[in-house]
């Protein structure tokens, strides 16, 4: 499956913003996806993940409350709204599935062997 990122661009903080994941090639209903962000200087870091069939999400305690991670499958995409954005927020994001053979998802982006090109944001303070 080939997956792009979208929706990157400038916020100020506190204001919100929408990305988007694309999937091409097969629909990846049956993928664990994943969002992850790479901030200036840091490693790569989980952000939120939802599971096959939309059963479970998982969030990073640091943007629980605030991101919302989405499945529309009629369009083949995964979404992750941001709300009440932070400067901290600001990095490369990027959308990541896992194999369809499995169902569990893994907080390591080392798990995921499908990846996006990443799109980025900055949040101005």
């Known amino acids: 499956v080939q997956l792009q990122a979208s929706g990157g661009g400038v916020v100020q903080a506190g204001g919100y913003l929408r990305l988007s994941c694309a999937a091409s090639g097969r629909n990846f209903d049956n993928n664990v996806v994943a969002w992850f962000r790479q901030g200036p200087g840091n490693q790569r870091e989980f952000v939120a993940a939802?599971?096959?069939?939309?059963?479970?999400?998982s969030y990073a305690d640091s943007v629980k409350g605030r991101f919302t991670i989405a499945r529309d499958s009629a369009k083949n995409t995964v979404s992750l709204q941001m709300n009440d954005l932070k400067p901290e927020d600001t990095a490369v994001y990027f959308c990541a599935a896992r194999s369809p053979l499995v169902t569990v998802i893994h907080r390591t982006h080392r798990s995921y062997p499908y990846w996006g090109q990443g799109t980025e944001f900055t949040v101005s303070s």
């Open positions: 939802i599971s096959k069939e939309n059963s479970a999400t």
